[in-house]
């Protein structure tokens, strides 16, 4: 699987952790460091704890294992505020006296906690850095906030260098958002929301089961050949009341609403029920596509070719002059290149 990209469709993988939002946004931690601290939780869910060695994580997470040991360091030492995020962290032994890896538990989250839940694909498929700014972008459309680049380059910051603690520029930013786009892990819907900024659509990561995957559908929520552990999939504290930052979304009772009605029993080998008949293409249902006042000015010379484009090509089109746009490009210069392609 390339790097970046989302999970493919036969991989159901539904684990989900919840993040605080002090290690997102505080620059004392490192953008590896909040990769690591997803993959640690995410295995710290099981009674004796994350028991990963260095190299396991650094295999998980796709870096080097000096980098995952710089991120379990900073994890392991106090921030500004005195909270430690990886508060234990220590080595067992067996029975017979032989060595193991280090067991590892993340802190418990206090109630009013700021959080935000993220997708442990997330932090397996994408880059350190571009995790980060998925965490930022997934908390600001979950709160309804408005989210600028420039708010996202306070947040992503030089960690090392001559440049170390200055936030990104405007241009690298919009680069991790493209980035971000390409990869599928959001959408982006550009000058659609007010005072022309840019709306964000995110995606968790959590694909549908194929016809033909061989494996079961949703009807039961089940694997034919492995046996899940719901656990990872429920809040790390039950008890706890839920913060007023982000509401704890059910994934697994939505999954079964949203498609129980339309599934239909596991195929056995005995099963002699035919396959279904594929469809064709579901017609496009999304909201109408319509072009800013500078895209309409681009491509006034060849508007009477756009009838015969579908949605999908109109929308690729418009972000390829909008980025075209951004990158200084001016209207004249693409309504004359536009001209003389038509000619």
Not at 84 to 102: H, I, M, N
Not at 265 to 283: F, I, M, N, Q, Y
Request: hydrophobic share 35%.
């Amino acid at each position: 699987m390339p790097a970046g990209t989302l999970p493919p469709s036969h991989a159901y993988i539904r684990q989900r952790v919840k993040v605080p939002m002090r290690l997102v946004e505080s620059p004392h931690y490192s953008d590896a460091a909040l990769s690591v601290y997803v993959k640690v939780k995410a295995l710290a869910q099981r009674p004796e704890g994350c028991t990963a060695g260095i190299a396991t994580l650094a295999s998980y997470l796709r870096l080097s294992e000096s980098t995952v040991q710089r991120g379990l360091a900073q994890l392991r030492t106090a921030g500004p505020d005195g909270l430690v995020e990886l508060p234990e962290s220590r080595r067992r032994s067996l029975p017979g006296g032989y060595g193991t890896t280090a067991r590892r538990q993340v802190r418990p989250m206090t109630p009013t906690e700021r959080f935000i839940w993220l997708p442990v694909t997330a932090s397996e498929s994408l880059r350190p850095r571009l995790l980060r700014a998925f965490a930022v972008i997934a908390y600001a459309v979950a709160q309804k906030h408005p989210l600028t680049f420039r708010t996202l380059a306070g947040v992503l910051r030089h960690h090392s260098g001559p440049r170390a603690g200055l936030p990104l520029t405007t241009g690298a930013v919009t680069r991790i958002v493209e980035q971000l786009d390409a990869s599928g892990w959001i959408t982006v819907h550009r000058r659609a929301g007010e005072h022309g900024r840019h709306l964000f659509g995110v995606h968790d990561g959590r694909p549908s089961a194929l016809l033909d995957d061989r494996s079961g559908t949703r009807t039961g929520e089940g694997s034919l050949a492995y046996k899940e552990d719901r656990r990872t999939d429920r809040p790390d504290d039950d008890t706890a009341h839920p913060s007023p930052a982000v509401g704890e979304r059910q994934v697994g009772r939505e999954a079964v609403t949203a498609v129980a009605p339309h599934g239909r029993p596991v195929l056995r080998a005995e099963d002699t029920s035919p396959s279904p008949v594929r469809t064709g293409h579901k017609p496009y249902t999304g909201p109408q596509l319509t072009f800013s006042p500078r895209l309409h000015s681009v491509l006034e010379p060849v508007r009477f070719l756009l009838e015969d484009l579908n949605t999908y090509v109109q929308r690729r089109l418009g972000r390829e002059i909008a980025r075209q746009l951004d990158a200084g490009t001016g209207v004249e210069r693409l309504r004359s290149r536009l001209t003389q392609r038509l000619a």
